[in-house]
């Protein structure tokens, strides 16, 4: 059964560097996102992608983060400058479009910022 | 997209049904009602969604009721891989819509 990957699976930083999150969605899905779980709270939505340009936004997705689909597999998310409040699982999903809407999410990848 | 509510945990026995509530008094007419879990800090996995009519697939059963403000999703025979944390969610169906998660409910199943 096809799956969403990400990669690396944990990322360790120092504060101020930048990082690259990866994501493979499922292939033939037009839908894509980011979302983040800071340790013990709630999953939060990021942003949407579709159509190479992005969907929707929350108002944690600032300057300081940026996403990419740089080819026809990948689904990236950059965050500059990483704060330690960047510490957190993020989580790269897809959904098929074409009247199904069922968002399918990858194991995601755990920040940490230290 | 509208407020759920749901338990912020629930204890079941391996074996029997787990009945999850779910409450959702202010949703609209064109929402539908959507259920994720999430398995200890794995990323959510989708189980059903619904409008109106009851549904069930190879994972779950989902009862709306008629005014459409409640609902329960039903695992007929809980294992203990069951044990995660249930999300209710109510939203638009929109390509990009997004996902509004909750506490949501804790479910421990128990040998």
């Known amino acids: 059964e096809p799956e969403v990957t990400q990669t690396p699976s944990h990322q360790v930083t120092q504060m101020g560097q930048e990082v690259i999150l990866r994501c493979v969605p499922i292939?033939?899905?037009?839908?894509f996102y980011w979302y983040r779980q800071i340790l013990g709270q709630k999953v939060e939505f990021l942003v949407s992608?579709?159509?190479?340009?992005?969907?929707?936004k929350s108002e944690i997705f600032d300057d300081q983060f940026s996403v990419e689909r740089p080819d026809g597999s990948n689904f990236t998310l950059k965050i500059r400058s990483t704060k330690l409040e960047d510490s957190a699982m993020y989580f790269c999903a897809s959904n098929p479009g074409q009247g199904l809407y069922e968002q399918y999410f990858g194991p995601g990848t755990r920040l940490t910022v230290t | 997209d509208a407020k759920t509510t749901q338990p912020p945990s629930m204890d079941c026995a391996e074996g029997r049904a787990a009945n999850l509530p779910c409450n959702h008094s202010?949703?609209?007419?064109?929402?539908?009602v959507y259920w994720y879990r999430q398995i200890h800090s794995q990323g959510p996995q989708y189980i059903i969604h619904g409008l109106k009519n009851n549904e069930t697939n190879e994972m779950a059963s989902l009862i709306i009721t008629e005014d459409r403000k409640s609902s329960t999703l039903i695992l007929p025979h809980a294992t203990l891989r069951d044990t995660a944390v249930y999300y209710c969610?109510?939203?638009?169906?929109?390509?990009?819509?997004?996902?509004?998660f909750g506490k949501g409910t804790m479910l421990l199943v128990s040998p």
């Open positions: 992608f579709y159509n190479n340009e992005i969907s929707e």
């Open positions: 292939s033939n899905h037009l839908y």
């Open positions: 969610i109510v939203r638009a169906l929109r390509g990009y819509s997004t996902l509004t």
């Open positions: 202010t949703i609209s007419g064109n929402e539908y």
